[in-house]
């Protein structure tokens, strides 16, 4: 995975590089922020709500991707048309229950990995606690994960979502 960002970077401009209709991967984390806004069912309820939003945009039928919650922490992982994905990311950073999303990669992609219209969630918890542990990471904490590390992620789950 040839990463478009790679630590601190201008998120609105990463975007830019790419023509509105090209086909993009982009992976981008936060942190839970629904303390006051998580229902008291619990908070899969909540996830349900970010995965599935009302009303949807066009762009949530343009994109496809995974999404995963642990340990506080959000990872989506996005691609579709270069618009699409940069809509979706930019409703991520005005969704109060995120708060300091950062964009981990923007790169182009020939063929995608994830259907149109779709967003999955992932548990795969064990496996990517495996990962983490490999780099060094005893916990989850998507604000650590490389380029490298995602590039891992996404094959285990193709791997495992055939």
């Not at 023509?19 to 984390?29: G, K, M, N, S, T």
Request: charged share 25%; hydrophobic share 40%.
């Amino acid at each position: 995975m040839a990463a478009g960002i790679e630590g601190p970077s201008d998120d609105m401009t990463a975007f830019e590089d790419y023509a509105p209709d090209a086909l993009v991967r982009a992976a981008f984390c936060s942190e839970a922020n629904f303390s006051s806004w998580a229902d008291p069912r619990g908070v899969e309820l909540e996830i349900s709500r970010i995965m599935y939003p009302a009303p949807r945009l066009q762009a949530d039928a343009l994109a496809g991707g995974i999404f995963h919650y642990g340990n506080r922490y959000f990872l989506q992982c996005v691609e579709g048309p270069r618009e699409a994905v940069e809509a979706i990311y930019r409703r991520n950073l005005d969704d109060v229950r995120h708060r300091n999303t950062e964009l981990l990669v923007v790169e182009p992609i020939q063929q995608r990995m994830f259907p149109e219209n779709t967003m999955n969630y992932v548990s795969m918890r064990r496996q990517l606690l495996e990962l983490l542990d490999r780099h060094g990471i005893g916990e989850f904490d998507p604000y650590r994960i490389t380029s490298g590390m995602l590039e891992e992620f996404l094959q285990m789950y193709a791997e495992t979502h055939r």
